[in-house]
């Protein structure tokens, strides 16, 4: 090893030994340990330490060797046995001059990581080789840690064999789908198909720009996007964007393009007729912890009606409901009738608040608007249809779509449709029994 | 905070679970633990309702009422602070089906022994298609903890994070990984027996005895012969119940009058009768009185 691979390990020794340390004295003694007398590095380390007065067993007090699931986002200094999956190589300007960095993702058995070398010069990674790192730091951002390569971190191959899938190849990060999208997410590879785009002017930091907004679909949803320059989409466009992020807007996920993300234009079929498809069907636990979504299918069990289901009355002017026919920003008005049915919808994963409209809540309990204030008016009870609901609607199985939003009170499913779910129990029950029998 | 999901349990389950995670402080949930590792804090119920009594009073109700599904019995209890399953209980006449959300309740008379029961929070009664489609679902649940459970036992050393590295949810993976520590080596086999009784239930084909397996090679015949003549006699007396019954269930001694004419002696239908509660298809509305559910 020549002076300059040892000089990340010197650094470290002399961080350790403190005030008393003589870089020159640590790295002459280093390389005589391992050049020439070949003792492993890490042995080499611990010996120079109790030599000069350190304590060895500094090495071991922050973090040490861990697994990527360890990593809690606040790790001073951590060694990893991981995989590269992915190295995309990024200029960065730091104080006016151009600076090489590299990012991409590792992971051993336990889990995968993000993560960024600021020393390209000393660090090298290649794709697919399996490494010791050592000497990295963890920051948290959004939640999850990442990992950083400094300038004390060092980085052996190793021979060790990991049990890890590879990242599927193309652009260096994996494609995922709509539904997989989360607040913080970055380098987002992902494909659909574009519709309702829009140009827009808009004034940044005094200048001028447009920027373009839309909507991305794939079989799993929608998602909005923006596009932060000028680009030529087209409603109907099958486009794989490479390098996205990812922000959230009331839990939803949005797709933001900065000026590093890249438009590919497919030919037109690639993804399949996705202009008539429903999404698939998401479990509640799923969406939960996507924390939202512009468009999804959810099956579950209505296990409560809520109150201010049924008939209420709004204000006409700002569509708020009344209490006692008062508005709270109009006072006394002359409200109009509407129908909704707040509820809870869980499928044994999760469970979700569910808001049906006035279509939604006539076609689910069979009755229009106006036989529901006839039936309200004649038994003079206000939580006639509310009563309905729960009637018709308790420990029944519906699938729902719509858009989930969150807010303090957690997620929210607003239904844009709905049909109750009859399941064929004598089929599903028969073929159930059938994979019962291989499970025995 | 979230809602705390409701799950979907055999009464056999719910009832021989045995392990309460008491939440420290105010605001934190308690959990059950059952044996095949369900975190319930909040269940999902449909049955037949069987019994529904008030053993309170008029001003101050206290519903008692019995669940029955294919595996056994849930027992619940709302008074004065369930008002609305309350007031929903009070206009149930039972048999009926009835679907139940609502959370657990325990009960330890001494020390080793435990008791398990609904508090309900929602009660209301429901049409038959409703149940079939919870015991399939239900099914479909048993059979995820059953392989999350048969998962961790490979482990060497089961812990939450390698079973959700497996797939299983959180919940399931906590309850799974509590379950082993308190149950030790609960026998998957009563479960899996459990689940596929409860599908058989669903499937007509399977009606006429959810305990013979007709199409599985017998190397005892003559034993699958009366157990198959049991099965007859004991739809015989199922039917015999049916027609005897005027609306508030069958005479027990009418029955026995009518199974003499058939050349059934008094002691076989007694047992007869003990068979068909067992297997949940008749119940006693009051003493003396069977009636079909």
């Known amino acids: ?440 | 905070m979230s809602r705390e999901v409701a799950w979907r349990v055999f009464a056999a389950e719910f009832n021989s679970s045995s392990l309460e995670m008491k939440g420290e402080g105010e605001k934190t949930p308690s959990y059950l633990i059952s044996p095949l590792g369900a975190k319930i804090n909040r269940i999902f119920v449909v049955g037949v309702l069987t019994d529904n009594d008030n053993v309170g009073n008029e001003n101050e109700p206290v519903w008692r009422a019995k669940i029955t599904d294919p595996t056994g019995t849930f027992y619940m209890t709302a008074g004065q602070y369930q008002p609305e399953a309350a007031m929903a209980l009070a206009k149930l006449q039972p048999p009926c089906f009835v679907a139940v959300v609502g959370k657990f309740r325990t009960y330890s008379p001494e020390e080793g022994k435990m008791y398990v029961s609904i508090r309900p929070e929602r009660v209301g009664k429901v049409e038959a298609s409703v149940r079939d489609g919870w015991v399939l679902e239900t099914c479909k649940a048993t059979m995820d903890r059953i392989s999350a459970m048969e998962e961790a036992m490979k482990l060497v050393e089961p812990t939450v994070e390698k079973l959700m590295q497996i797939g299983f949810s959180r919940p399931l993976a906590e309850g799974t990984v509590h379950s082993l520590r308190h149950y030790q080596q609960e026998d998957l086999t009563r479960y899996k027996g459990m689940t596929s009784d409860a599908l058989k239930f669903l499937l007509p084909e399977y009606h006429t005895g959810p305990d013979v397996h007709l199409d599985s090679a017998a190397p005892e015949e003559i034993d699958l012969e009366e157990e198959q003549d049991d099965v007859d006699k004991e739809a015989l007396v199922l039917s015999m119940i049916e027609s005897l019954d005027s609306g508030k269930g069958a005479a027990w001694d009418e029955v026995v009058q009518k199974g003499k004419s058939q050349g059934i002696e008094r002691e076989e239908m007694d047992s007869i009768a003990n068979s068909l509660l067992d297997k949940g298809f008749v119940y006693e509305p009051v003493l003396g009185k069977m009636r079909k559910i």
């Open chain 1, 1 to 440: 090893m020549d002076r300059e691979e040892l000089a990340p390990h010197v650094e470290e020794l002399a961080r350790v030994l403190g005030e008393k340390a003589d870089k020159n004295k640590i790295a002459e003694e280093l390389e005589k340990y391992v050049n020439l007398y070949r003792v492993t590095l890490e042995w080499a380390k611990r010996d120079i330490l109790k030599k000069m007065g350190g304590n060895p067993d500094a090495f071991n007090d922050g973090s040490g060797r861990k697994s990527v699931a360890e990593l809690t986002g606040d790790e001073q200094s951590v060694d990893l046995l991981v995989k590269v999956l992915t190295v995309n190589p990024k200029t960065i300007e730091v104080g006016g001059a151009h600076k090489s960095i590299a990012y991409g993702y590792m992971a051993d058995e336990s889990g995968r990581v993000q993560y960024t070398v600021w020393e390209t010069e000393s660090v090298q990674l290649k794709q697919g080789s399996t490494v010791l790192i050592r000497n990295a730091y963890t920051k948290e951002y959004k939640g999850t840690p990442q990992l950083n390569l400094g300038n004390r971190a060092s980085v052996e191959e190793s021979e060790e064999i990991l049990d890890v899938a590879d990242m599927p190849s193309g652009g260096g990060s994996a494609e995922v789908k709509i539904a997989d999208l989360a607040d913080g997410m970055n380098y987002v590879v992902i494909s659909g198909k574009v519709s309702r785009p829009e140009k827009r002017e808009i004034t940044a930091s005094g200048e001028k720009k447009t920027i373009v907004t839309g909507v991305l679909s794939d079989d799993t949803g929608s998602a909005e996007i923006t596009v932060w320059k000028d680009a030529e989409l087209k409603d109907g466009d099958e486009v794989r964007i490479v390098g996205a992020y990812v922000k959230s807007w009331k839990g939803m996920p949005k797709l933001n393009l900065g000026d590093k993300a890249e438009i590919q234009m497919l030919s037109k079929g690639t993804l399949g007729d996705l202009s008539s498809s429903v999404p698939k069907v998401r479990t509640l636990e799923d969406v939960e912890l996507s924390g939202g979504a512009m468009d999804v299918v959810v099956r579950g069990t209505l296990v409560d009606v809520r109150e201010g289901s049924g008939l209420v009355m709004r204000c006409p002017d700002c569509r708020r409901v009344l209490q006692k026919s008062t508005c709270r920003v109009h006072g006394k008005v002359k409200g109009t009738d509407d129908l909704r049915i707040k509820s809870i919808l869980d499928d044994g994963t999760s469970s979700m608040s569910v808001v049906f409209g006035k279509e939604l809540t006539e076609q689910l309990l069979n009755i229009s608007i106006e036989e529901a204030v006839k039936i309200t008016t004649e038994e003079r009870n206000p939580e006639a249809v509310k009563e309905m609901a729960e009637e018709k609607l308790f420990a029944r199985t519906l699938e729902v779509r719509g858009m989930v939003r969150s807010d303090d009170f957690g997620p929210m499913l607003i239904a844009r449709d709905a049909r109750f779910l009859e399941v064929d129990v004598r089929e599903e029950g028969a073929k159930l029994l059938t994979d019962m029998e291989g499970f025995n």
